[in-house]
Nanobody
Framework: QLQLVESGGGLVQPGGSLRLSCVVS????????IGWFRQAPGEEREWVSC????????RYADSVKDRFTISRDNAKNTVFLQMNSLQPEDTAVYYC????????????????????WGQGTQVTGSS
């Protein structure tokens, strides 16, 4: 059973930066495509970004494009989400999620594809 643990959340002033980490255990990260999602209070969970199993393909939601960067280090079983220019509207619990893939392919945004989820880490952009 794959396990994912997020860390790196916190309180940040507008314009600040945070780097989230997602450490995977129970299997080798290289077999999985990874996504980041977030859920703000009273809102539905939404997709933020994803990265393919080798890292060759990355995608971003329009709301975070040019501010967030996803990356992965398969040797360390860790995926990162670098978040710059944070704003109060980025306040949410951030989740990483994974699904196993056989071949390298473009990563996907649909939540239903993802079989394994972390517990989340809180990011709060102060106003």
């Amino acid at each position: 059973q794959l396990q994912l643990v997020e860390s790196g959340g916190g309180l940040v002033q507008p314009g600040g930066s945070l780097r989230l980490s997602c450490v995977v255990s129970g299997d080798t990260l290289e077999h999985y495509s990874i996504g980041w999602f977030r859920q703000a209070p009273g809102e539905e969970r939404e997709w933020v970004s994803c990265i393919s199993k080798t890292g060759k393909s990355t995608r971003y939601a329009d709301s975070v494009k040019d501010r967030f960067t996803i990356s992965r280090d398969n040797a360390k079983n860790t995926v990162f989400l670098q978040m710059n220019s944070l704003q109060p509207e980025d306040t949410a619990v951030y989740y990483c999620a994974a699904f196993r893939v056989a071949l390298e392919a473009m990563c996907v945004s649909g939540q239903l594809y993802y079989d394994f989820w972390g517990q989340g880490t809180q990011v709060t952009g102060s106003s």
